[in-house]
């Protein structure tokens, strides 16, 4: 397990917010993606791709259940293969 | 088949709207074609990376400008035009009057965006891997995404359909339209046409054009109608200007186009017992080419067998593909409304597609 940079949190925050049409201030870390910002299947699919295609990691789809909010996101990555 | 009688019933207009390079909305494509107004403009070519030359885009039309910033981010022009022409067609009819789940949708295109299915080709072919690609494209890089995302924005749950048929398109959806209504699959069906300005069209255009590439002036934009079905005697719907009383499709397989345009328009006037003479308009697609001569030298005839006047589209809003019948429709509606002349009266709408779709359309005035 790699930890995660403060550069990467950023970067990751920014993909999210892009796909879920959010402004910065209107997530946190804890917010969930479903249930607080409107995300269907269809933008879940979109986060864990644009994390693969901008971050060169590979996430499997099985991880999609653990990332259903920005602290997930976080702990998928950090644990995912690079 | 449905093994139905014949339904003695009649389809009404109820409303239309369109998004066009004359601006946003009925009145205003009413007005534009009033003035005889063409709209042909030169391009922004920090914007457009496209051959040089003018086109008639609609003006100032950015997606997320016009539906905001939710539900837009990958968007592409065609839907965005459709999803508004509808949103302003809904705007004028009785919204909460409408079922949800008996309110169909037909759209028209060549072949969705080209625009979009190029560019997620391109992402696919040159990622790093074949299948690191932008999925939000997905949805709008097939022919259906526009009539779907149309569904999903304006809740509308009953059937939907898209219809590839090219210059024809905007008449083969309103006779798919016609169907659906007269074998009760639907109360009230939007359908229409939508045709996007983009990059990838404008150079497929250049490098297919049968006649002069440096001519070509291309046109975007869309054209909704709704449909209801009523029995054959009542009064006219409120707010129905016209109703639809037939569509006729043909193959010109043998470049034959003008006996098998006669054919189609012949056929629509025989069907309804009418004659030229009871014609109030007559517009013919303006297609390039012998298919766009033949359907001139017909509504010329017509015109000169006593049908009344020849309205002018292409003329003024390019050529729009997909758009183009739908256009014409909406001209043809738009005009006779400011005619008293029209009322009681009958028109014809023709289109071809160089694929070999031979298309018309006969509505009678209200």
């Not at chain 1, 479903?34 to 060169?56: C, Q, T």
């Not at chain 1, 259940?65 to 998928?76: F, K, Q, S």
Request: contains cysteine; proline residues 4%; hydrophobic residues 45%.
């Amino acid at each position: 397990m790699t930890a995660i940079t403060a550069d990467e949190k950023q970067q990751i925050k920014d993909i999210v917010c892009d796909i879920l049409e959010l402004e910065e201030d209107e997530i946190t870390e804890e917010s969930l993606f479903v249930e607080e910002h409107d995300a269907d299947s269809m933008r879940l699919i979109e986060i864990l791709s644009s994390l693969e295609l901008n971050l060169k990691v590979t996430i499997e789809q099985s991880e999609l259940a653990r990332m259903v909010n920005l602290a997930g996101v976080y702990e998928v990555v950090a644990e995912s293969a690079r | 088949m449905t093994g139905r009688a014949p339904s003695r019933r009649r389809l009404d207009i109820v409303g239309w709207s369109a998004t066009s390079p004359f601006g946003t909305g009925r009145a205003a494509f009413s007005q534009g074609l009033r003035e005889g107004r063409g709209t042909s403009a030169p391009l922004d070519h920090e914007q457009w990376q496209v051959p040089a030359g003018p086109a008639c885009l609609v003006p100032d039309f950015d997606v997320r400008k016009v539906l905001g910033k939710k539900g837009t981010r990958s968007m592409n022009r065609v839907t965005g035009l459709a999803v508004s022409t509808v949103g302003d067609l809904l705007a004028e009819l009785d919204r909460p009057g409408l079922t949800p789940e008996t309110t169909g949708m037909v759209l028209g295109t060549t072949g969705g965006s080209v625009q979009s299915t190029l560019d997620f080709t391109r992402g696919s072919l040159t990622g790093e891997l074949p299948y690191l690609v932008d999925p939000g494209l997905i949805p709008y890089g097939v022919m259906n995404g526009a009539a779907g995302q149309i569904a999903i924005w304006h809740q509308l749950k009953g059937p939907n359909a898209t219809l590839a048929a090219g210059r024809s398109a905007g008449l083969l959806a309103l006779n798919y339209a016609r169907r659906l209504l007269l074998t009760d699959r639907a109360e009230m069906v939007l359908c229409g046409a939508a045709e996007e300005y983009s990059t990838a069209r404008a150079w497929l255009a250049r490098h297919t054009a049968e006649s002069d590439p440096d001519a070509l002036l291309l046109g975007e934009g869309c054209a909704m109608f709704a449909l209801t079905a009523v029995a054959a005697e009542s009064d006219p719907v409120a707010q129905a200007t016209a109703s639809l009383v037939g569509v006729k499709a043909l193959t010109s397989s043998e470049g034959d186009w003008e006996a098998v345009v006669r054919r189609a328009v012949g056929q629509l006037l025989d069907d309804a017992g009418i004659t030229p003479a009871d014609l109030w308009a007559v517009s013919p697609s303006a297609a390039a080419g012998a298919a766009g001569k033949a359907e001139a030298v017909i509504a010329q005839d017509l015109v000169a067998a006593g049908g009344g006047v020849r309205l002018p589209v292409a003329e003024l809003l390019g050529e729009a593909h997909a758009a183009s019948a739908a256009f014409q429709l909406a001209a043809v509606l738009g005009r006779a409304e400011a005619d008293e002349r029209a009322a009681g009266r009958f028109s014809v709408v023709t289109s071809t597609d160089e694929a070999g779709t031979v298309a018309a359309a006969l509505l009678r005035h209200y």
